[in-house]
């Protein structure tokens, strides 16, 4: 088993139905500056390996799957996302772009 520290994601604007616009996450960047995909990222944990975000003095979070994207009629996947706590800054959509 392996571990990974995020600190960085690519994301991509996408259009809604309605006209609106939102983003995905596409891939994260280690600490060490290799870019994986999110369906990298997804087959990894599948295989059992952890993956965290790394954000300074703020605690870890766990990098999760999900099926899709939140937003109603986006159907985007796979869809990575943290484990809430305390705060905001070190979930994976306020990472900043790398």
Not at 4 to 16: C, D, E, G, I, L
Not at 49 to 71: D, H, L, R, S
């Amino acid at each position: 088993m392996a571990t990974y520290y995020v600190t960085k994601v690519r994301k991509q604007s996408v259009t809604n139905k309605d006209g609106s616009t939102h983003e995905h996450i596409i891939g994260v960047v280690t600490k060490i500056g290799i870019f994986y995909t999110n369906k990298e990222v997804v087959d990894s944990l599948d295989e059992n390996n952890e993956w965290y975000t790394e954000v300074e003095k703020e605690p870890k979070a766990k990098i999760n799957k999900k099926g899709y994207c939140p937003k109603s009629d986006c159907y985007h996947n796979p869809y990575l996302t943290t484990d809430p706590d305390h705060t905001t800054k070190n979930n994976l959509e306020n990472l900043p772009r790398g």
